[in-house]
């Protein structure tokens, strides 16, 4: 039996991420997962892509991740916020946030996914603090002392907390029993890239149209495209299967009248991806030995681009309360972790939940009252502010 501090099961960008950090701080971490590593890099683009808010970039830096990113991130300098019905102009009255009144920087960065998982993979194997297991397959067995982890064919590790990572469907959160309620919203995320004909100036946009949000992110240029964004589209499940299996031409008109002649001529890019979107409220974050981060934790509507943040906030909150922890498995640090983090993943379920309810409807008096919601804000600097900050992703505490 080998011995370690920290056993983190599964090596997705939060998991991964985390191991990265611990490592750097001096920790002895071992990180498990069931795929093998080198083919989540995807050496060819693939249209994938990650919003990195300002905060996050800075669990990145720490974690010694941002810097060895091979491809260019393209920032967030504007953010658009306009509200309308397909095959009309949008409404007048619209909301703007220039990152230069926040005096901070960009909003956020547009990273490819092939970009960090490469960067990640590069660290997590420069690091000598990190024991990697991957593909394997993981036992784990808790008690009140210390947790051993079981790698099938492999050694057995003693270790003195189990941080779940594995995404939704967690496996260690199940064998904690920790109950889960989800929320279901009839609705299909979107996601890919497109090149545009006209330069999008680090903008991004943010359109909401009857059966959901639609977003076209800036991103640096790759090849084949100078002039290249990703898109969030989300459709009425039903819509979203038709609209899955047209050809790129159709796709690429279909993606052209949400745009609504925002950048000029579009079409895509790489592959599309779906997946159902619901709401996941986890009723409680920790077990005896066992904290669950990212994914694992809370589900949120992409309405926002909130969710691998907050999975970067769960990293940073952990990581420092495990810094010069004696047990970084104890029920005090557990009770502490979870009183950090599930308030503020909470609110922003409740936000976004609440947004898209809001925006995912057509009644004329509801679309009246939130259009004269975004003209006020956009006209109100101190409420705009606020907004901005919280774009921002500050990482507070």
Same mark, same amino acid.
């Given at each position: 039996?080998?011995?370690?501090?920290i056993c983190?099961?599964?090596?997705?960008?939060?998991?991964?991420?985390?191991?990265?950090l611990?490592?750097?701080?001096?920790?002895?971490?071992a990180?498990?997962?069931?795929?093998?590593?080198?083919?989540?890099?995807?050496?060819?683009? @693939?249209g994938?892509?990650?919003?990195?808010?300002?905060?996050?970039?800075?669990?990145? @830096?720490?974690?010694?991740?941002?810097?060895?990113?091979?491809?260019?991130?393209?920032?967030?300098?504007?953010?658009?916020?306009?509200?309308?019905r397909?095959?009309?102009?949008?409404?007048?009255?619209? *909301?703007?946030?220039?990152?230069?009144?926040?005096?901070?920087?960009?909003?956020?960065?547009?990273?490819?996914a092939?970009?960090?998982?490469?960067?990640?993979?590069?660290r *997590?194997?420069?690091?000598? #603090?990190?024991?990697?297991?991957?593909?394997?397959?993981?036992?784990?067995?808790?008690?009140?002392? #210390?947790?051993?982890?079981?790698?099938?064919?492999g050694p057995?590790?003693?270790?003195?907390?189990?941080?779940?990572?594995?995404?939704?469907?967690?496996?260690?959160?199940?064998?904690?029993?920790?109950?889960?309620?989800?929320?279901?919203?009839?609705?299909?995320? +979107?996601?890919?890239?497109?090149?545009?004909?006209?330069?999008?100036?680090?903008?991004?946009?943010?359109?909401?149209?009857?059966?959901?949000?639609?977003?076209?992110?800036? +991103?640096?240029?790759?090849?084949?495209?100078?002039?290249?964004?990703?898109?969030v589209?989300?459709?009425?499940?039903?819509?979203?299967?038709?609209?899955?299996?047209?050809?790129?031409?159709?796709?690429?008109?279909?993606?052209?009248?949400?745009?609504n002649g925002?950048?000029?001529?579009?079409?895509?890019?790489?592959?599309?991806w779906?997946?159902?979107l619901?709401?996941?409220?986890?009723?409680?974050?920790?077990?005896?030995?066992l904290?669950?981060?990212?994914?694992?934790?809370?589900?949120?509507?992409?309405i926002a681009?909130?969710?691998?943040? *907050?999975?970067?906030?769960?990293?940073?909150?952990?990581?420092?309360?495990l810094?010069?922890?004696?047990?970084? #498995?104890?029920?005090?640090?557990?009770?502490?972790?979870?009183?950090?983090r599930?308030?503020?993943?909470? *609110?922003?379920?409740?936000a976004?939940?609440?947004l898209?309810?809001?925006?995912?409807?057509?009644?004329?008096l509801?679309?009246?009252?939130?259009?004269?919601?975004?003209?006020?804000?956009?006209?109100l600097?101190?409420?705009?502010?606020?907004?901005?900050?919280?774009?921002?992703?500050?990482?507070?505490?």
């Amino acid at each position: 039996m080998i011995s370690t501090d920290i056993c983190i099961v599964g090596a997705g960008p939060v998991g991964a991420t985390l191991a990265c950090l611990l490592a750097g701080q001096g920790r002895e971490v071992a990180l498990i997962d069931r795929a093998p590593l080198p083919p989540m890099e995807h050496p060819d683009f @693939d249209g994938r892509a990650y919003a990195i808010a300002a905060g996050s970039r800075r669990v990145l @830096d720490q974690a010694g991740v941002w810097d060895t990113l091979p491809f260019p991130a393209g920032p967030i300098h504007a953010i658009r916020v306009s509200d309308g019905r397909l095959g009309r102009p949008a409404s007048p009255l619209f *909301l703007h946030f220039d990152a230069e009144e926040a005096g901070s920087g960009p909003f956020g960065w547009m990273v490819e996914a092939r970009s960090l998982r490469m960067a990640l993979n590069a660290r *997590l194997h420069a690091l000598p #603090g990190v024991r990697l297991f991957a593909p394997a397959e993981a036992a784990v067995e808790r008690g009140a002392d #210390g947790a051993v982890v079981r790698i099938a064919g492999g050694p057995a590790i003693a270790c003195r907390l189990v941080v779940a990572a594995e995404g939704r469907g967690s496996a260690l959160r199940r064998q904690a029993g920790i109950p889960v309620t989800h929320l279901p919203y009839g609705q299909t995320g +979107m996601v890919g890239a497109m090149a545009h004909e006209h330069p999008h100036q680090g903008g991004a946009l943010e359109h909401f149209l009857p059966a959901g949000p639609f977003a076209q992110l800036p +991103m640096a240029p790759t090849e084949g495209a100078s002039n290249l964004s990703a898109f969030v589209w989300t459709e009425r499940t039903a819509m979203a299967e038709r609209i899955m299996a047209l050809d790129d031409a159709d796709f690429g008109r279909e993606l052209s009248r949400r745009m609504n002649g925002h950048l000029g001529a579009v079409r895509p890019l790489g592959r599309r991806w779906s997946y159902p979107l619901s709401a996941m409220i986890v009723h409680r974050y920790t077990d005896t030995r066992l904290a669950l981060i990212g994914d694992a934790a809370h589900g949120i509507h992409p309405i926002a681009g909130q969710g691998l943040n *907050l999975g970067f906030r769960d990293v940073a909150g952990l990581a420092s309360l495990l810094a010069g922890a004696e047990d970084p #498995g104890s029920p005090e640090l557990l009770r502490r972790y979870q009183a950090a983090r599930r308030p503020d993943n909470l *609110l922003m379920l409740a936000a976004t939940d609440a947004l898209d309810r809001l925006f995912s409807n057509d009644r004329r008096l509801v679309r009246l009252a939130r259009d004269v919601g975004i003209a006020a804000v956009h006209r109100l600097p101190p409420l705009k502010r606020l907004f901005m900050r919280q774009a921002m992703g500050a990482l507070t505490g």
